[in-house]
């Protein structure tokens, strides 16, 4: 009975990551269509602060029951503000690059994310299998196929994408320093915070936009904030505290898979055949290397 119990706790678990992946993959397609209103940094500016504060439910929770009082070392504000910081950067590169690009591509290009994690660890002393390189090499191959044109030249849209998904490399790598030494709940408010402020200073700087233009992308925003960051980071907590690692890598990979099929049910944005091989082949770099340690056979 308990072991029956316990999978069914696995399957829901897998479900959430699977809706996680959903909502972040259509986030992609939400930050195309809000562009058409407001420009990038008015965009991030607003939704980053709106998925900050649909998180104080869940610091209220952690500050009630002790938790984020039992967690010694730095205050969440002093995490937050590098963590913020790189945040604003990956934001900033992915959201201006979808100027330029589609939804589909830049979700599998930012998927490279995970190529790069173990990549840059190896500048931290961290340890890279061979699944990683491996995983890489095909990444590399798909990316050439899905971006680079016949002359040899790369969409711009792309390029930034893809130093976006360096700097959120350096996110994730920075999180796991930062999250065992701080509220980690309250350290994510504070960066979603403090980049949705930095998004709006440099708005106000270089954007022109009305209440008008904010009001008609008021969907797109407000999908942006509510679901992808504020719904998508909590259901992110809650179900990887069940998910086996292998079930996570797996449907939280298929974020690009939906950004896809989003860009092309909701934009109307097709792929070549070069274009779906690219994908196809990145898509499998990137399983490969988050899965290839979780496949080795333990010695017994």
């Known amino acids: 009975m308990r072991m029956q119990g316990e999978k069914q706790k696995t399957v829901q678990a897998d479900l959430l990551l699977l809706l996680v992946a959903l909502i972040w993959g259509f986030g992609f397609v939400a930050q195309r269509a809000g562009m058409e209103h407001v420009g990038p940094y008015t965009y991030n500016g607003i939704r980053f602060?709106?998925?900050?504060?649909?998180?104080?439910?869940?610091t209220f929770s952690t500050h009630r029951d002790g938790r984020a009082d039992m967690v010694p070392g730095l205050s969440p504000l002093k995490a937050g503000l590098p963590a913020g910081i790189i945040l604003f950067a990956g934001a900033s590169l992915q959201q201006v690059g979808l100027l330029y690009t589609t939804a589909g591509k830049a979700g599998f290009i930012t998927g490279l994310y995970v190529i790069f994690v173990p990549v840059l660890g190896l500048l931290l002393g961290q340890r890279t299998g061979i699944g990683t390189w491996i995983g890489a090499l095909l990444a590399t191959a798909g990316m050439y196929l899905l971006s680079v044109q016949a002359d040899f030249s790369i969409n711009r849209g792309d390029l930034l994408v893809?130093?976006?998904a360096v700097f959120w490399a350096v996110h994730v790598l920075l999180l796991g320093y930062l999250s065992p030494r701080t509220c980690p709940v309250?350290?994510?408010?504070?960066q979603f915070l403090l980049c949705g402020l930095f998004s709006l200073l440099v708005a106000l700087a270089i954007e022109s936009t009305t209440v008008q233009a904010i009001a008609d992308a008021a969907v797109p925003i407000l999908y942006g904030g509510v679901c992808s960051v504020g719904i998508g980071y909590t259901l992110q907590v809650v179900a990887q505290r069940r998910a086996h690692p292998a079930h996570a890598a797996i449907l939280l990979s298929l974020e690009a898979v939906f950004a896809a099929v989003g860009g092309w049910w909701l934009l109307a944005e097709v792929f070549s055949v070069r274009g779906?091989?690219?994908c196809g082949l990145m898509l499998g770099g990137m399983l490969l290397s988050q899965l290839y340690?979780?496949?080795q056979t333990k010695e017994p």
Do not use: E, Q
């Not at 602060?49 to 869940?58: A, F, I, N, S």
């Not at 309250?186 to 504070?190: F, G, H, N, Y």
């Open 276 to 278: 779906l091989t690219g």
């Open 186 to 190: 309250r350290l994510a408010m504070i």
């Open 293 to 295: 340690p979780l496949l």
């Open 49 to 58: 602060l709106l998925g900050g504060l649909c998180l104080l439910p869940l």
């Open 162 to 164: 893809l130093l976006g």
